[in-house]
């Protein structure tokens, strides 16, 4: 398999997954930038959108959206329990998160990343996600992680999501749950590992 990605953009997440499942795969550096792959190859002649991640199967088969590629990789490694199984009311639940993080949190940093947004929509973004991170921080009040006891692919994808904050000016301090949270993930062996390959970490 091949992941492209671009280092701290939200495909940090199925990097994690991938870390996290111990299934073989190649990482290749596709700047949102630049588009522009190690070889000098344009990003967009292998994905049309121009976006990460992108996931290429040995097949060739691509996968394109972050809650699906997430979901492929636990699935191909039930054992590591990434992802509550198929059919279960539990997997429609980490799909509730999986989207909720997506739609709510992912797409809500959208404005603050965008060259030229108004200042005003900038206030409008922040004050909507940090009323979704203080509810965020309630529920990790119950568990350690979203799902339970557990660490799954949506851990990966709110850690990922979450540390966005940092980079944009919404202050998430007094958020002891999530800061707990963030630490805890940010510990694990393979999301430091991640890290590290994406630049991230010294």
């Not at 701290?8 to 630049?34: D, N, R, Y």
């Not at 529920?139 to 692919?153: H, N, Q, S």
Request: hydrophobic share 40%; glycine share 8%.
């Amino acid at each position: 398999m091949k992941l492209y990605y671009s280092p701290g953009a939200c495909s940090l997440s199925p990097h994690i997954a991938l870390k996290e499942s111990g299934l073989a795969f190649e990482a290749i550096a596709a700047p949102t930038k630049t588009h522009k792959l190690p070889d000098g190859t344009d990003y967009y002649t292998i994905n049309p959108l121009g976006y990460v991640p992108l996931l290429v199967l040995d097949n060739g088969a691509q996968l394109r959206e972050g809650p699906a590629i997430l979901q492929y990789i636990a699935d191909q490694v039930p054992a590591r329990q990434l992802a509550p199984a198929n059919g279960t009311f539990e997997r429609y639940k980490l799909q509730e998160w999986l989207n909720f993080i997506a739609t709510e949190l992912h797409r809500g940093f959208t404005p603050l990343f965008t060259p030229g947004m108004p200042d005003e929509a900038k206030t409008i973004a922040k004050t909507r996600l940090t009323s979704r991170l203080q509810w965020v921080d309630g529920e990790l009040a119950k568990t350690p992680y979203v799902m339970g006891d557990a660490f799954t692919v949506a851990d990966g994808y709110l850690f990922t999501v979450a540390g966005w904050s940092k980079h944009v000016g919404i202050d998430i301090s007094g958020l002891a749950n999530l800061g707990a949270f963030m630490a805890r993930v940010g510990a694990r062996p393979a999301v430091q590992d991640t890290l590290r390959a994406e630049g991230l970490l010294k």
